[in-house]
């Protein structure tokens, strides 16, 4: 696994722009594990864009997306815990950078209600 600076600075600067080395390396030897980073990225895509929403659709697509982030299933091949498994990411990290981030996103919405 690589650290948490690391992955940091990837996703915090321009999400997904840049992969950290250890992602881009098992990408690189492991095929396969480029269609688990697409949905994997597809998942936080989601998550950062649907945060906000307002319409039935949007609101779906987020929960959906948090609900994904957010279960304990290890039993699913496309299961966020095992992506991060095999890609060797944090959950933990990546939910709580989620979490932080969401709760920034939500806190202007909060002061104009």
Not at 25 to 37: A, D, F, G, M, T
Request: glycine content about 6%; aromatic content about 12%; charged content about 25%.
């Amino acid at each position: 696994m690589f650290d948490n600076a690391e992955f940091s600075s990837s996703f915090s600067s321009a999400p997904f722009s840049t992969l950290p080395p250890g992602v881009m390396e098992r990408i690189r030897k492991q095929p396969e594990c480029e269609l688990l980073w697409a949905v994997f990225e597809n998942g936080l895509t989601d998550y950062m864009k649907y945060a906000t929403a307002t319409g039935r659709r949007g609101k779906r697509l987020f929960r959906e997306s948090q609900e994904w982030i957010m279960a304990e299933d290890p039993t699913w091949l496309c299961s966020f815990l095992n992506i991060c498994h095999v890609l060797g990411i944090d959950p933990g990290y990546v939910r709580s950078g989620l979490q932080r981030w969401l709760e920034r996103q939500l806190l202007p919405l909060k002061h104009a209600a």
